[in-house]
């Protein structure tokens, strides 16, 4: 008996995540709190949705469901370290988005070659 493969979150390159979030084949979600954006910035095009807020906003039976999320779109995590961000990612799963990744931190991003904004 085969049993179906569970969907896990995936891994991705800095280099690959600039370049899909470049391309428009992804969207990009920042889960830092408001004060860690405040000192360091975030990735340019990318969403501020709080990790206390993710499950409110990425659910698409909630009345708060982020405009700009799809479950059929490839989605990119990332907070300080990737362990926020991972959390999220496994959320997003439950809720049936289908291509998840956790960049890890914004450093990773800026690694790519990711631009970072401010204010």
């Given at each position: ?25 992804a969207v990009l ?17 990318a969403l501020h ?54 960049l890890g931190g ?14």
């Open positions: 008996m085969n049993l179906p493969l569970q969907e896990t979150v995936r891994e991705i390159a800095p280099n690959d995540a600039v370049s899909k979030i470049a391309a428009k084949q979600i920042d889960v830092r709190d408001i004060a860690e954006l405040n000192s360091t910035g975030k990735a340019k095009d949705i709080p990790l206390m807020m993710i499950s409110t906003k990425t659910d698409p039976k909630h009345p708060e469901f982020h405009a700009d999320l799809s479950t059929e779109t490839a989605v990119i995590l990332y907070c300080a370290s990737g362990g926020r961000s991972g959390m999220a990612a496994q959320m997003l799963l439950s809720y049936g988005f289908t291509e998840v990744y956790n914004l450093m990773h991003w800026q690694q790519g070659g990711g631009e970072v904004v401010r204010g």
